[in-house]
C-alpha cells in the first residue's frame, strides 16, 4: 500500500490554498470555478477533490488555515519576555498583509460569503474569538509585568485592538492610495499612548 508523505501532503494542500486564494480575490468566490482553481494551482481535478470535496471547502480551509497560523503566533508571543514588545509585533503580524491588494479584495469576499453562509460566518467568529482571547493574553501579561495601565480591562482592551486593526483593513479597502506603512505606524502609536501608564502613574 502506497504511504502518504504527511509533509509533502500538507505542503500541496497548502498551495493549492495559495492558489485558491489568488482565483477568489481576482474573480469572487462566485465566478471562481474549480477548474480556475486547478489551472491556477497546476493540478488536475482528481488532485483538487483528493484535498478538498468542494470549492466551498478550498475557501472556508482558507480561512481556518489562517486562524491556525494566527492563533500559533499568537500562542508564541504569550511566551515571550518581553511581553509589551509583544503585543506590538501581535499588531504588525495582524496588520502585514494589509499591503497586498489580493487580500484586501479577498476580505470582502469574506464579508459577502458570511452573509448568506452561516456555518462559514461561524468560522469566521471563531477565528476573531481566538485573536480577541491571544492578545487579551498580552494586555494581561504586559499589565501583570507593570508595563501598561493595570486599570484598562484586558478583554475590553483585546477587542479595541481587534477593532483598530479591522478599521485599518477597511481604510485598505476603500482607499487603493492609502500609506499603509505610516497607518499602521499611527495605529501602534494609538495603542502606545492608549496602553502605557503615564510617569505620575509609575510614581
Not at 489568488?22 to 474573480?27: D, L, N, V
Not at 491588494?101 to 470582502?108: C, E, T
Not at 477597511?170 to 492609502?178: G, I, K
Given at each position: 500500500m502506497r504511504t502518504v508523505d504527511p509533509a509533502k501532503h500538507a505542503a500541496k494542500r497548502l498551495a493549492i490554498l495559495d492558489a485558491a486564494?489568488?482565483?477568489?480575490?481576482?474573480?469572487g468566490?462566485?465566478?471562481?470555478?474549480?477548474a480556475d482553481i486547478c489551472r491556477a494551482a497546476?493540478?488536475?481535478?482528481?488532485?483538487?477533490?483528493?484535498?478538498?470535496p468542494t470549492k466551498r471547502a478550498v475557501f472556508a480551509a482558507i480561512f481556518a488555515e489562517d486562524g491556525e497560523r494566527t492563533a500559533g503566533y499568537l500562542?508564541?508571543?504569550a511566551r515571550a519576555e518581553d511581553p509589551l514588545a509583544a503585543l506590538f509585533e501581535a499588531v504588525d503580524?495582524?496588520?502585514?498583509?494589509?499591503t497586498e491588494?489580493?487580500?484586501?479584495?479577498?476580505?470582502?469576499e469574506v464579508a459577502a460569503q458570511a452573509a448568506r453562509d452561516e456555518e462559514f460566518a461561524a468560522l469566521i467568529r471563531r477565528n476573531e474569538a481566538a485573536t480577541r482571547d491571544g492578545l487579551q493574553v498580552l494586555v494581561q501579561r504586559a499589565a501583570d509585568a507593570g508595563l501598561i495601565d493595570p486599570s484598562i480591562p484586558?478583554?475590553?482592551?483585546?477587542?479595541?485592538?481587534?477593532a483598530l486593526v479591522d478599521a485599518l483593513?477597511?481604510?485598505?479597502?476603500?482607499?487603493?492610495?492609502?500609506?499603509?506603512?505610516?497607518?499602521r505606524a499611527m495605529l501602534k502609536l494609538i495603542l502606545s499612548r492608549f496602553l502605557r501608564t503615564t510617569p505620575a502613574d509609575r510614581g
Open positions: 486564494a489568488g482565483c477568489f480575490a481576482e474573480k468566490f462566485e465566478k471562481t470555478t474549480t497546476g493540478i488536475s481535478s482528481g488532485s483538487l477533490f483528493h484535498y478538498f500562542g508564541e508571543a503580524q495582524l496588520t502585514a498583509e494589509i491588494p489580493a487580500v484586501v479584495r479577498l476580505v470582502l484586558p478583554r475590553s482592551a483585546a477587542n479595541w485592538m481587534a483593513l477597511s481604510r485598505a479597502n476603500m482607499d487603493p492610495d492609502l500609506d499603509v506603512a505610516a497607518e
